[in-house]
């Protein structure tokens, strides 16, 4: 029986640049999934300490492990890591997981060489730890990848059968879940403008699996409930 946790990971300042600075604080979610098998964690947080990152996004966050046995998991027993893309509030912690194979599309490691994309020692992946995300592939019982580009160009979203049904870790293929709920992603979350059209097909194709729950990785709020 799968069940996701969500799990606060706390909080960045966006800063004067950036397209929700208005919002000020973004919270920052990322999720386990706990299966027969073991746990699959999807995101891990920014980290603390590096220059750049502090100085615009001043990050307040927990250690994955201490939020992690906190909902009573322990690390140890993580069978994978799943980015839903490598922005650099996504990927900090995969460190502190020690061995744990780490999924990713092609396309995402592909993008995240590009300059200011990410902090490129967070994203980095030791080829031993790398795993290739193929679209619609069960990575452990119940927990399933679906490539969603739009936010990024190798976005990829979580699909969960629980004993509630479908939940649906949506990622930043959306923002809200009150984009979620109708219309389209907005542009400002999209790579950039010239990926509106496929961050709207992705959108809908999540839409069409009729969820049971869906989960945002910086809303608090969950469709569904
Ligand atoms: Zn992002």
Redesign the pocket.
């Known amino acids: 029986m799968a069940t996701v946790h969500r799990l606060d990971m706390g909080h960045v300042e966006l800063p004067e640049s950036h397209p929700r600075a208005a919002d000020g604080t973004c919270p920052i979610f990322c999720f386990a999934v706990t299966t027969h098998d073991g746990t699959v964690v999807v995101d891990t947080g920014p980290r603390a300490g590096h220059p750049f990152i502090d100085e615009l996004y001043a990050p307040q966050v927990r250690s994955i492990v201490d939020v992690l046995n906190g909902e009573g998991i322990d690390e140890r027993h993580v069978l994978a890591i799943v980015n839903t ?1 490598l ?1 650099f509030d ?1 990927c900090g912690q995969n460190y502190l997981l020690g061995s744990a194979p780490v999924w990713v599309t092609d396309e995402e490691v592909e993008a995240a060489t590009a300059e200011f994309y990410t902090v490129p020692e967070w994203a980095e992946i030791p080829p031993d730890r790398r795993r290739r995300t193929v679209d619609g592939e069960l990575i452990a019982p119940e927990v399933r990848l679906l490539h969603t580009p739009g ?2 160009p190798g976005h990829q979203s979580v699909c969960v059968d629980t004993p509630d049904g479908l939940e649906l870790i949506v990622g ?1 293929t959306c923002f809200s879940c009150a984009e979620f709920e109708g219309g389209p992603p907005a542009i400002t979350d999209m790579h950039d403008e010239s990926w509106l059209e496929v961050g709207q097909a992705s959108l809908d194709r999540l839409r069409s699996l009729s969820p049971a729950a869906a989960h945002f990785s910086h809303d608090l709020a969950v469709f569904g409930r």
């Open positions: 893309h922005h996504h936010h990024t930043q």
